[in-house]
Structures are given as structure tokens and as C-alpha cells.
């Protein structure tokens, strides 16, 4: 016979065990930065290097999300949070680690939302090694197809 759950005497099933579990998973280093190599814009057609999102979650190196945002805008980071946040099985961070104050300001609202810590720090853990082995792979895969 199933367990009555405590709060509300109903009966666990697993289905009430996934809707009560706390889904959080650990810190996740949220950070942006001009992609490594350039590309044309699409009106002027000048090269730019345009922003690339990257959010990780530094217990696994798991990249939860990579995405490049053509026009950079406050609205376009946080739905590439937000999006990235209902994609992954991750679900919710304990805590979002960011090393620009703008992202602080920026992700503020969000993270009181979801009652996620959201902490400046100095240096990342996980994102320099991640961010150096994009840049290597851009690279080759650029250099492979002059």
C-alpha cells in the first residue's frame, strides 16, 4: 500500500514523488562572450564576432545551453536562460555563478523568482577549460574548410 504523503494525505505515487522532489541541480556558470571566430551580419554584411551564451553546470561540465544571440539585448539573454532552463533535465540551479555585475542586475529578477542564489564571482571553475575547448574546436573546424 502506497505512503500517505504528510502535508496533504494523499497518496505518494511516483508521479506525486516527481511533482514534490526538489529539482535543484547544483550551480550552473552563466557567462557571454564575443563567439571565436567572425561571421557576416546579415543586413550590413561586415564581420562581427557576435555574442555567444553559455551556461554550464560546473559539477558535471555539462553544457546546458550554447547559443549565439545575433543582437545582443537584455531580453534575449534571459529567454535563452529561460529556454535553456525548460530544455534541460537539469531543471532549477541552487545557484547562478556570473562574473559580470550587468548579469547580476540583469538575472536578478529571475533568480528571486525561482529562488536561485545568483553570486558575482572572480573566476569561474568550469568555464575557462569549456570556453578553451570551443574556441580550440572553432578554430579547427574554421581553419578545415579554407
Given amino acids: 500500500m502506497p505512503k500517505k504523503h504528510a502535508s496533504s494525505g494523499k497518496p505518494r505515487t511516483e508521479k506525486n514523488k516527481k511533482k514534490t522532489a526538489d529539482r535543484r541541480s547544483g550551480i550552473w556558470e552563466l557567462d557571454y562572450f564575443p563567439t571565436p571566430i567572425s561571421v557576416a551580419h546579415k543586413k550590413s554584411g561586415k564581420l562581427y564576432y557576435p555574442p555567444l551564451v553559455l551556461i554550464v553546470h560546473q559539477e558535471s561540465y555539462f553544457i546546458i545551453n550554447a547559443c549565439v544571440i545575433p ?34 542586475s540583469i538575472f536578478q529578477d529571475i ?14 571553475k568550469v568555464m575557462p577549460s569549456i570556453k ?12 578545415m574548410k579554407e
Avoid: C, G, Y
Fill in 71 to 104: 543582437e545582443m539585448s537584455i531580453d534575449e539573454l534571459k529567454n535563452t536562460f529561460l529556454k535553456a532552463m525548460a530544455k534541460t533535465p537539469l531543471a532549477i540551479p541552487q545557484e547562478i555563478q556570473v562574473k559580470k555585475q550587468e548579469l547580476v
Fill in 111 to 124: 533568480a528571486q523568482e525561482l529562488d536561485v542564489k545568483i553570486i558575482l564571482v572572480k573566476r569561474f
Fill in 132 to 143: 578553451r575547448d570551443m574556441s580550440n574546436h572553432f578554430k579547427r573546424s574554421f581553419d
